[in-house]
């Protein structure tokens, strides 16, 4: 009864145990879970061990009552080994599972005729063959019913619809949280090492093989001179790379990369500016004032 | 009455064998080739004539109807004679056939590797070799009921069924699907187009697999498996529900291919329902199997044989109760372009089609030899390392494709794309395809041991070329005859089986078939559709040439992964001028629906020259020779002609100045190329190319309200 309630308890535990890590906990969450299985799973091994003491206490006691009761040795020793029950053979269990007549009854079945040798039994068809076609057929008309007759189940543009809204809810619940919510009016150029070092990592990954592996330009622009196609400042950067320029292959980055990215690879592109790398690809776009009055600010502080 | 004494036909059935382990090699060989390429781009050897692209279909031709079909004809020859106690109808005609399907095997072994395809999976052999399947066919039709029809034998047992609904079945879906119009000696336009086009070829490549694969087969064990076994048939019954319901249920099922496209919803729905019932009746024949060899268990731990054909049977359960459970949409919705289908179809292919194939090869070659098998060694080594090879295939292949599907539908929190680079999750996966590689490495050794062992048989023992046989004639139908099922009346009337067969396979033909290819309303036209460019059009020619549909997809579902990854999900008025419709069956890569104006010209050029300068890892093969090869533009007009017959809407005599428009499209391309310091000049074939890739999905874009 003791164990059972233990059980119980346990099981009860299992799920109090997420709700229990509070959130502003000092262990990180990664932690908390490993603790959380290593808990439970030595308590379920808590469990098994107290289960087999048990067992062997009942042993323990049966013994002693039985010897209290005036049997010898041996006669406990038979009382303690269960009683072999008379099993029906394997196959038999088998056979009536697959409603399959025995062996014995073969030749009753076998049709009075033969192609080439080959005979034929009369066996009927399994039961649970039959039980297994009806229930598919069940399942086929009633998932035709339900898309199509009474309407219950969505179809897929409805299925889509219903997937995006989800997505949508979901999306603004997380960025509304989210203070790194930047788009192309709010962005800040900033010089912040670990924004830089985000950026060339995206810009590693995504922009190498158009604008080259130090922005020096390939198919794209060069990207560290005083030109631009679409304007120099961080704001038209980053508006440039999130909806790209279809006219000139500049793909769109909106949907593969998040705005937090979007604005480090900004950040990065604007610190690479004067930058001089080997072999650049001529100058493409208009002069941008800023960027003459910035790289002679540069010139002058050294 | 007398017996009359005869000879059964064995050399053909011989012939039929040397070729199914012939081509059983080579198309397992080139099979292991384009395994290798998904990882190493560079085993493409640095020529078109073994791309990817046009070898794939080379390897699923060839074990299809070269290795297959060969084995097919090997055990219909040799079980059709003994059961109906007649030598094959004609000699000649045997003869004829033989040499027609190997004539047409080395045709498309010519024709495909040069890019001579109409681009519908397991039917890409150009129009005059479809003709030849036909002739063949017919051929072979001919000579099968001629022998029935001078059978000794009254009833005709379930394999002749069996393949009576092969027969009559592939012939169906052999003329449905060839509909082209030809423009040339070897190219040809699908007379339908878009989603009448993709409902036709998957209604014929399922069922395709359903009788080439899978009825003759199941006709094949019926026959060989009980001779094997020295065991009755275990359910006659069974065997007459499950035949019927089996070929019933399976031509419906066609439309599972096509889940979540613009097929309209009913036709999708009637797939997935139909595909659920086709468990029970494909068990069916695994369940009559594997209980005839009730009572003789204890000889397949000793028989190599029978453990061919116990994992054989198993295998063909395990893919049967497989494809079910893929076609439920929730499942699709992640294997379908995954290495998941690969891996389904492999267990069927060399665990259902090659162990069975084996097997009988087995058993048949020391009979009609008169020998022992050379080495039961050999054999048993053969058994496990293909069981083996199965497996290292299987796995691998399982884990990529959950793992490629499930990494394409995450998304961040911040509600973007976890993997937005298609090529992230290639290359996660690859070393699942050096495991598979490997697998497919281990299967083709157990083959080629099997060859040599089977060549010493052949060697130490000397063909019974025709072997005597005796049996009763036929004698006179008494009419007052005992009660009969009336299956058992059909059983000895070929001709109404064979009628009674094909109008079984109708029914599903006709209510999912006719609605979508007659009744306009299922697929809404969109105003913005225009008819391709010239230009576009030779490009497009060109996309189907290289087989680029092996391995990008053209058909945006509508899920949010999708459109989000590709944009806006496919509509079926935007497929009406395709002929034939290109949507693919597999992402090696990735989606290409809605590629135009995704990138630059420039971009374009270079990933076609070297896959590997603009995206990294890629392992997209180089396609150079694009660069150099001058596009054949006195094609334009025939091809213009041809659509027009089609229905697409080009203008009366547009066909003479086509090519003024080609060229000045060719030039604002190269011009184009040319301000991003590429030179190349306007007649090359890379510039087609461009022009369709640019074009592909843009029209929608350009009009959106239309679209609605």
């Known amino acids: 009864m003791k164990y059972r309630r233990l059980l119980i308890l346990l099981v009860l535990m299992i ?87 025995p062996m014995s009854e073969e030749k009753e079945l076998i049709i009075a005729h033969d192609y080439d040798g080959i005979q034929e039994l009369n066996n009927p068809i399994p039961g649970w063959f039959s039980y297994l076609f009806y229930i598919t057929i069940i399942f086929a008309i009633g998932y035709i019913l339900i898309y199509h007759v009474f309407g219950v189940g969505q179809l897929q543009y409805d299925e889509y619809k219903t997937e995006m809204a989800q997505a949508d809810i979901a999306k603004k619940e997380y960025l509304s949280k989210a203070a790194n919510r930047v788009d192309e009016t709010t962005v800040k150029l900033v010089t912040d090492q670990a924004v830089l070092a985000s950026g060339q990592a995206v810009f590693k990954q995504s922009c190498v093989p158009c604008h080259g592996d130090h922005a020096q330009g390939v198919v794209g622009p060069n990207l560290t ?44 592109i604007k610190s690479l500016h004067g930058s001089n790398p080997a072999n650049p690809k001529e100058p493409q776009g208009e002069k941008d004032a800023d960027d003459v009055a910035a790289k002679g600010k540069t010139i002058a502080k050294i | 009455m007398q017996p009359e004494n005869f000879y059964y036909d064995n050399k053909i059935v011989r012939n ?6 012939i081509w059983g090699i080579i198309g397992m060989t080139v099979g292991l080739i384009v395994a290798i390429q998904l990882y190493s781009p560079g085993m493409n050897m640095g020529n078109q004539y073994t791309t990817f692209g046009r070898i794939r279909p080379l390897h699923t031709n060839a074990v299809i109807f070269a290795f297959v079909g060969n084995a097919i004809f090997m055990g219909v020859y040799y079980s059709l004679q003994r059961l109906l106690k007649a030598r094959m109808f004609s000699d000649a005609l045997s003869q004829i056939h033989f040499w027609g399907w190997q004539l047409i095997i080395v045709s498309a072994v010519i024709t495909l590797p040069l890019g001579l395809t109409t681009s519908h999976e397991y039917a890409e052999l150009e129009w005059p070799i479809d003709i030849a399947i036909t002739l063949i066919w017919v051929v072979f039709g001919i000579n099968m009921f001629g022998t029935i029809f001078k059978r000794r034998e009254r009833h005709l047992y379930v394999a002749i069924w069996f393949y009576i609904a092969t027969f009559v079945t592939i012939a169906v879906l052999h003329i449905v699907n060839s509909f082209e119009l030809p423009v040339s000696a070897f190219k040809s336009y699908m007379v339908y187009a878009g989603v009448q086009d993709a409902l036709v070829q ?11 694969l899978t009825t003759p087969y199941l006709g094949m064990m019926y026959y060989f498996l009980p001779k094997m076994a020295n065991r009755p048939i275990y359910s006659y019954k069974l065997s007459i529900l499950h035949f019927w319901a089996l070929i019933f249920i399976y031509i419906w099922a066609g439309p599972h291919h096509l889940l ?36 003789a268990w204890d000889k397949v731990r000793d028989d190599v044989i029978l453990k061919f054909m116990v994992v054989g049977l198993t295998a063909y359960g395990m893919a049967t109760f497989e494809g079910p459970m893929l076609s439920l949409k929730q499942v699709n919705a992640i294997g379908h372009f995954t290495d998941w289908i690969i891996a389904h179809v492999h267990v069927g292919a060399l665990g259902w089609n090659g162990f069975l194939t084996f097997a009988i090869l087995y058993w048949l070659i020391p009979r009609i030899y008169k020998t022992q098998l050379y080495s039961k060694k050999m054999a048993s080594f053969h058994f496990w390392i293909g069981t083996l090879g199965i497996l290292f295939y299987a796995v691998p292949m399982y884990w990529a494709g959950f793992t490629q599907g499930l990494m394409l539908k995450e998304f961040t929190p911040e509600g973007i794309l976890k993997y937005p680079a298609f090529l992230e999750t290639t290359m996660r996966i690859l070393p699942m395809h050096v495991m598979r590689s490997v697998g497919g490495g281990l299967y083709l050794l157990g083959v080629i041991v099997m060859a040599y062992n089977l060549c010493r048989t052949a060697l130490q023992g000397k063909l019974v070329a025709n072997e005597p046989a005796q049996a009763m004639p036929l004698p006179a139908l008494s009419t007052t005859g005992h009660e009969e099922t009336w299956h058992r009346v059909l059983e000895r009337r070929p001709i109404q089986m064979m009628i009674a067969a094909l109008l079984v396979i109708l029914v599903g033909t006709f209510i999912e078939l006719m609605p979508t290819l007659t009744i306009s309303s299922n ?67 990735p989606d290409l629906a809605r590629e135009g104006g995704k990138y630059g010209n420039a971009w374009h050029y270079n990933h076609l ?100």
């Open chain 1, 225 to 268: 001179d005083d030109y631009w196609l679409h304007g120099g400042k961080i704001n038209d950067v980053f508006k440039t790379i999130k909806y790209g320029v279809q006219a000139k292959g500049m793909p769109n980055w909106e949907k593969q990369l998040s705005p937090k990215q979007i604005s480090d690879v900004a950040n990065y």
């Open chain 1, 15 to 101: 799920p109090l145990h997420p709700a229990m890590a509070a959130d502003d906990s000092l262990i990180p969450g990664d932690l908390m879970n490993e603790i959380g299985y290593g808990a439970i799973i030595a308590m379920l091994a808590l469990f098994i061990v107290a289960m087999l003491v048990l067992l062997r206490a009942l042993r323990v006691l049966t013994k002693i009552t039985l010897r209290a009761q005036g049997y010898t040795e041996e006669q406990i020793i038979a009382e303690m080994k269960p009683a072999k029950k008379v099993k029906k053979p394997k196959t038999e269990v088998w056979n009536k599972l697959l409603s399959l007549r």
């Open chain 2, 16 to 21: 039929f064998g040397i070729a199914t382990v």
């Open chain 2, 523 to 589: 697929i809404p036209t969109i105003a913005a559709v225009k008819p391709y460019t010239p230009l576009e059009l030779q490009g497009r020619d060109l996309y189907i040439r290289e087989g680029c549909s092996n391995c990008h997809s053209q058909t945006v579902r509508p899920f949010r992964s999708e459109t989000e990854r590709y944009g806006e999900y496919s509509k079926a008025g935007e497929f009406v001028y395709d002929h034939p419709f290109l949507w693919g069956s597999k992402r090696t890569g």
């Open chain 2, 202 to 212: 998957w209604w014929y490549g399922h069922n395709a697999v359903a009788f080439f």
């Open chain 2, 609 to 708: 020259m070297d896959p590997r300068l603009m995206s990294p890892g890629s392992i997209m093969p180089n396609y150079d020779w694009l660069l150099t090869q001058n596009l054949d533009t006195a094609t334009t007009a025939a091809k213009i002609k041809a659509m027009r017959t089609l229905g697409v809407p080009y203008p009366e005599g547009y066909e003479k100045i086509a090519n003024n428009d080609l060229s000045k499209q060719e030039k604002e391309i190269a011009d184009n190329l040319y301000n991003d310091h590429i030179k190349v000049k306007n007649n090359k074939e890379i510039v087609a190319l461009i022009a369709y890739l640019q074009r592909l999905g843009t029209d929608i874009k350009a009009s959106k309200t239309a679209a609605k």
């Open chain 2, 260 to 295: 979540y496209t613009t097929l309209p919803g009913w036709a999708q729905s009637l797939g997935v329902a139909f595909s659920i019932m086709l468990l029970a009746p494909s068990w069916g024949g695994m369940i009559n199997g594997l209980l005839t060899l009730r009572g």
